[in-house]
């Protein structure tokens, strides 16, 4: 059996130590308009890039090409960095519906290892969209460098995680509040327009800041295993890849 890296383990046992979401909040841009919604991918897109060492156009590929959901291709290339596989193999499983408990079974990470690090904690029996939700929060916390917990506020307060990731980069960027850039977004018609008036250009608000966290995963690009194969193609296949054959079995709800 293989041994997880103790940075994947521990990074598992963070984003998985906070309180359910309840199944209304699982779409990360419900109620958002679709320039909104632009925004944010385009900031998410190349902040997992950023944060993860791969090139830019790798989550994107998997999003616009493959058609996972960003949030399965964040949790995704995470899984291909801590544990150092490839991450078009990861991908691929994903997107024939392979649950993550499944896939973490596959790469030979016990799920006792996980319950070690937190009591009751078994990555077989959680729900795949919540794990990936959890993943999404526990990246906004590390890149942001702010706490989880006021994370799931906004979250519960009506505000959809892709809104949370716009106000947290354009806060960084222009120094102003998350709480008052919501309050801006509540009565201007789109976060453009919330940009504008904090004096964000076009251009920088839709490139991230650089990320405050994530080191120790941008550490392993160049080593092997996931760290192979993430430069530029312009094939049918994955980046830096050959179209994935054989990866078969099925666990989990399949994205649509």
């Known amino acids: 059996m293989k041994r997880a890296p103790l940075i994947g383990l521990l990074a598992i ?12 909040d699982l779409d990360i841009a419900v109620g958002m308009v679709a320039s909104d919604v632009s925004l944010g991918e385009a900031l998410l897109a190349a902040g997992i890039a950023y944060f993860l060492g791969f090139d830019t156009h790798v989550a994107a590929y998997y999003h616009n090409r493959e058609g996972l959901p960003f949030p399965s291709v964040l949790t995704a290339l995470l899984f291909a960095r801590m544990f150092d596989v490839d991450h078009h193999r990861i991908t691929t499983w994903r997107s024939q519906g392979r649950g993550w408990g499944r896939i973490a079974q596959d790469l030979g990470v016990h799920p006792g290892a996980f319950n070690k690090l937190r009591k009751g904690l078994d990555v077989r029996r959680m729900d795949d969209d919540e794990f990936e939700r959890l993943v999404f929060i526990w990246y906004l916390s590390q890149y942001y460098g702010v706490d989880e917990y006021r994370i799931h506020n906004w979250v519960r307060a009506g505000h959809p995680l892709l809104s949370v990731l716009i106000a947290l980069d354009l806060g ?27 004096k964000v250009s076009k251009v920088a608000r839709r490139h991230p800041q650089r990320p405050k966290g994530g080191q120790e995963f941008r550490g392993k690009a160049h080593q092997g295993g996931a760290g192979r194969g993430v430069s530029g193609g312009s094939s049918g296949g994955a980046p830096g890849h050959k179209s994935g054959k054989g990866w078969h079995g099925s666990q989990g709800r399949a994205h649509k």
Do not use: H
């Not at 046992?13 to 209304?24: E, F, G, K, T, V």
């Open 172 to 198: 960084a960027k222009s120094g102003r509040s998350v709480s008052d850039l919501f309050s801006a977004r509540g009565y201007l018609a789109s976060w453009d327009a919330v940009a504008d008036k904090v």
């Open 13 to 24: 046992a963070a984003i998985c130590a906070l309180p359910a979401i309840s199944q209304a």
